[in-house]
């Protein structure tokens, strides 16, 4: 069985600063990783994957992040923040074949003006 | 036009109703999901579908049941409808490898 701990509900950044979004996973096998965006009043949008590949992700919209398996982490940043990137974050977790993924509790991101 | 459609967006109802919520989706994959969303709980998954002919049970499926009616669409139904299983609700489709799932724009279902 795989799951998904995301380390703050809410995370508050000014415009500009470095985003950090925390996210460790358990999972007995090679997992697939996953970080999903939600904006208001719209569906979950993939923000970047980890298959296996590349240990450091890059993503839409300037994200990365980097799988790191001593750590079994995968954390998500951005060096500048943006308004626009004012939403909620989630990351996930699967398996080969992504038949079920597990989400973590989500991460809303408010950016300071 | 959006891969994956759900209907309605918004849907007020009354306990004990019976209630469906369709997805239909037009990027031709075989696997769809049906996750709910809660404040602080992420999203959990209710079903899913491998094909047509291919139906399992998710974490939280009590309460619920669905059909796969054809490829391209998947329904999720509440037979008796309850207060707790006000939520929002997601329609998800992914390709065979697995490496992504697709989101419908979400149902927002509210039982008084």
């Known amino acids: 069985a795989q799951s998904v701990t995301q380390l703050g509900s809410h995370v508050s950044v000014s415009e500009g600063a470095l985003v950090l979004l925390r996210c460790n996973y358990s999972s007995s096998v090679p997992p697939y990783l996953f970080w999903y965006v939600q904006y208001p009043n719209q569906g979950l949008q993939l923000l970047l994957k980890?298959?296996?590949?590349?240990?450091l992700v890059k993503g839409i919209n300037g994200f990365e992040a980097e799988f790191k398996k001593s750590e079994t982490s995968f954390h998500l940043t951005k060096p500048s923040a943006h308004m626009s990137d004012a939403a909620e974050y989630f990351c996930?977790?699967?398996?080969?074949?992504?038949?079920?993924?597990?989400f973590g509790t989500g991460t809303r991101l408010t950016i300071i003006p | 036009d959006a891969d994956v459609t759900q209907t309605p967006r918004n849907r007020i109802t009354k306990t004990g109703k019976r209630i469906m919520l369709e997805c239909s989706q037009t990027?031709?994959?075989?696997?769809m999901y049906w996750y709910r969303q809660d404040p602080g709980l992420g999203l959990r998954l209710i079903y899913y579908?491998?094909?047509?002919?291919?139906?399992n049970k998710g974490e939280i499926s009590d309460g619920y049941s669905v059909s796969r009616q054809a490829q391209a669409k998947f329904s999720l139904s509440l037979e008796s409808a309850i207060p707790n299983q006000t939520a929002l609700y997601f329609c998800?489709?992914?390709?065979?490898?697995?490496?992504?799932?697709?989101f419908g724009p979400g149902t927002r279902l509210t039982v008084t």
């Open positions: 579908s491998f094909d047509v002919k291919d139906i």
């Open positions: 980890y298959t296996s590949a590349a240990t």
């Open positions: 990027k031709g994959h075989d696997r």
């Open positions: 996930a977790v699967g398996l080969f074949g992504n038949e079920k993924l597990t």
């Open positions: 998800a489709t992914s390709d065979p490898q697995g490496t992504e799932q697709y």
